[in-house]
């Protein structure tokens, strides 16, 4: 495989993550790390750091709106629920090495 088709297919993929991502609202944040170990706002941190690295200027607010497809603000208002005791215990032992 060519080194074009290659990133082509990479980004495919990873638009295809970031919709499926915007379209399970459902599904909180601090249940993708507990589970994965990333959540949206580590894919959005990673997307800003790669155009940093290539010289383009992007803050984390204008990152989160291209992983969220809105204003983080605004989905944490319409679709981010408070964390359960049972989910902060999670996070605290699926990090606790961090």
Same mark, same amino acid.
């Given at each position: 495989?060519? %080194?074009?088709? !290659? *990133?082509?297919?990479? =980004? @495919? @993929?990873? %638009?295809?993550? $970031? &919709?499926?991502?915007? =379209? $399970?609202?459902?599904?909180?944040?601090? &249940? *993708?790390?507990? *589970?994965?170990?990333?959540?949206?706002?580590? *894919?959005? $941190?990673?997307?800003?750091? =790669?155009?940093? !690295? %290539?010289?383009?200027?992007?803050?984390? &607010? @204008?990152?989160?709106?291209?992983?969220?497809?809105?204003?983080?603000?605004d989905?944490?208002? %319409?679709?981010?629920?408070?964390?359960?005791? !049972?989910q902060?215990?999670?996070?605290?032992?699926?990090?606790? &090495?961090?």
């Amino acid at each position: 495989m060519d %080194r074009q088709t !290659e *990133l082509e297919l990479e =980004a @495919a @993929a990873f %638009r295809r993550l $970031r &919709d499926h991502l915007r =379209a $399970r609202t459902d599904v909180q944040n601090i &249940d *993708l790390m507990n *589970l994965s170990g990333f959540c949206r706002n580590c *894919l959005s $941190r990673w997307y800003m750091e =790669a155009a940093q !690295e %290539r010289g383009i200027d992007m803050d984390k &607010d @204008a990152a989160k709106e291209i992983v969220y497809g809105m204003l983080y603000d605004d989905w944490k208002a %319409r679709y981010q629920t408070e964390a359960t005791p !049972e989910q902060q215990a999670a996070f605290a032992e699926s990090h606790k &090495d961090h």
